[in-house]
């Protein structure tokens, strides 16, 4: 760089100005030409843009004319249907009441033809109360005449006549309807002794029952005298954990093969059974395997009470029992009378309450259900103190049963008055399930004997005369010298004979204890 520096001269400076100026001229027309071009180009593009924006402005605008249009065209259809719709209802309107107006103008014709007709006939009737004015007026003329001529003839006033009258119509009467009243009172009795028979033969035709006992007897089979050491148990432990876990009395005596389960309830009794079935054939016999089964058939003989209990109350065609009376129901199955299953006793009760019912014309479904439940009270009488008819009313009571049923349910021996027709059907049937052939088995010795039993327990008191057994036991009637007991003492005897019976005598369901005390004055007039 220094030898071209030291070859530039003075002279050369107007050149070189010349050319730094020709440069910028040269710089500001190129930036110039530029700055033109890149402003044509943004018209352009601008342009571009406002063609573009009026376009889709144009777009919109159409699209907005056509959806006005469409939203028009559907308003304007629904107005038409709607418009429609009020025309037709304003055309159903306008054709009810042109109806109704027809049926007016009718009635109004007719009531005018009515009002015709009524005033016609109240001229009639004036017309006829003037005629029968006319006639009254004749007869009493008539009758003061006859009057006059008997009371002339007779020679009587008229009170005595009246009273004479009077006297001989009474005794006419009274020889009429006496003579009517036996009449009727014959035909009655006749009448419902032989309609009582009907009703009676009707229902035990219609009902056939097979006549079955059940034996209240429990015991089992055991094959070897082996096992019945093992139910007995080194030292007894076995028998005593199974009386313990079943609440009943094992006996284990000298008979071969057999083993007796003895309790007051038959519940227990087939719980127990069932189990030693079990224990017998399993072979494993311990107080622990003995409560496993023990408690396994106590749940599967509550599962059978309620099965029993259903179809029970399925066979009566009884609806509507709480589940508490199905168990009770059910527990009947395994409860016995003289041999008769009380269950089996109960449906056939209500079959033949509702056939009597039928023939009387009284309501059968009431008539079944309180013959179905009237030895309800049998299920827990040996629990619950008292007589199975009361227990069975008061637990009847709880689950809201008509009055009729708990009639029936606490009369049906008798305890109670009865207050409904019902009692006294469930009554007759109950006696007629009872006394049927095959119904109940006791020999005629068995039977005699415990009544027999029944008076000497109540002729064994002191001031006691006479003891009659009645109802089929089911009553022992006392008669005691009133001269050796007084009041208080005849209450205290009837208590005592009872506890008495309670405690030396088996008999079904209760026995009632009535004691008389009568005082007799007699003399006589010379």
């Known amino acids: 760089m220094e030898p071209a520096l030291a070859e530039f001269t003075m002279g050369d400076l107007p050149l070189l100005c010349l050319a730094f100026v020709g440069g910028i ?19 352009k593009k601008a342009e571009q843009l406002v063609k573009e924006a009026t376009a889709k402005g144009d777009a919109l605008v159409k699209a907005a004319e056509v959806d006005a249009r469409a939203e028009f065209i559907n308003r304007r259809e629904e107005l038409d249907t709607e418009t429609n719709r009020v025309r037709e209802e304003l055309k159903e309107q306008e054709k009810r009441l042109a109806k109704r107006e027809d049926n007016l103008e009718k009635k109004l014709d007719t009531l005018g033809s009515k009002e015709k007709a009524l005033e016609n006939q109240s001229k009639e009737l004036a017309e006829r109360k003037t005629a029968l004015g006319v006639k009254e007026e004749a007869l009493d003329a008539v009758l003061h005449q006859q009057r006059d001529t008997l009371l002339r003839i007779t020679d009587m006033s008229p009170d005595e006549a009246k009273q004479l009258l009077l006297t001989r119509l009474e005794r006419e009467v009274e020889q009429e309807a006496a003579a009517l009243v036996a009449k009727m009172l014959n035909e009655a009795r006749e009448e419902a002794e032989d309609k009582a028979r009907d009703i009676v033969i009707t229902a035990i035709q219609r009902y056939a029952a097979e006549h079955t006992c059940d034996s209240t007897v429990s015991t ?78 106590r749940k599967e003989v509550n599962r059978r009470i309620m099965e029993a209990g259903k179809k029970g109350s399925l066979e009566a065609n009884v ?41 009387l014309r009284l309501d059968g479904t009431l008539a079944r259900r309180a013959g179905l439940l009237h030895d ?13 008819p009361a ?40 006696a007629i399930s009872a006394a049927r052939p095959g119904g109940r088995r006791e020999s005629l010795e068995r039977y005699i004997k415990r009544l027999e039993a029944l008076e000497e327990v109540a002729t064994s008191f002191d001031g006691v005369r006479n003891a009659y057994a009645i109802q089929a036991g089911r009553e022992v009637r006392v008669i005691v010298d009133a001269h050796r007991v007084d009041d208080k003492g005849a209450v205290k005897i009837a208590r005592d004979i009872a506890k008495r019976i309670e405690e030396e005598m088996t008999y079904p369901g209760e ?16």
Do not use: W
């Not at 001229?25 to 018209?43: C, D, N, R, T």
């Not at 049906?412 to 009554?427: N, P, Q, R």
């Open 319 to 359: 609806g509507g029992l709480h589940k508490k009376q199905v168990d009770l129901l059910g527990r009947l199955s395994y409860r016995t009378s003289y041999g008769q299953n009380v269950l089996r006793h109960s449906i056939e009760v209500a079959y033949l309450c509702q056939v009597m019912a039928d023939e």
């Open 25 to 43: 001229a040269a710089a500001y027309g190129v930036l110039h030409l530029l700055g033109k071009s890149k402003l044509a180009e943004g018209e």
């Open 391 to 430: 227990i069975g009313a008061d637990i009847c009571k709880r689950f809201n049963e008509p009055e009729e049923v708990l009639n029936a349910i606490a009369g049906h021996h008798g305890d109670i008055e009865a207050t409904s027709v019902y009692t006294l059907l469930v009554m007759a049937a109950d």
């Open 220 to 297: 089992l089979d055991i094959p070897s005298d082996e096992m019945k050491g093992r139910v007995i148990g080194r030292e007894g432990r076995n028998i005593r954990a199974f009386e313990r876990a079943t609440g009943v009395d094992l006996i284990v005596d000298d008979t071969p093969g057999v083993v007796v389960v003895s309790a007051f309830d038959p519940v227990r009794r087939e719980v127990a059974r069932l189990s030693l079935e079990k224990l017998i054939q399993d072979g494993r016999i311990h107080p622990a395997r003995i409560e496993e089964v023990v408690e396994e058939y």
């Open 511 to 526: 026995v009632k204890v009535t004691l008389l005390r009568e005082v007799r004055a007699v003399e006589y007039a010379r």
């Open 376 to 388: 309800i009270g049998k299920a827990v009488d040996h629990e619950v103190e008292g007589g199975h």
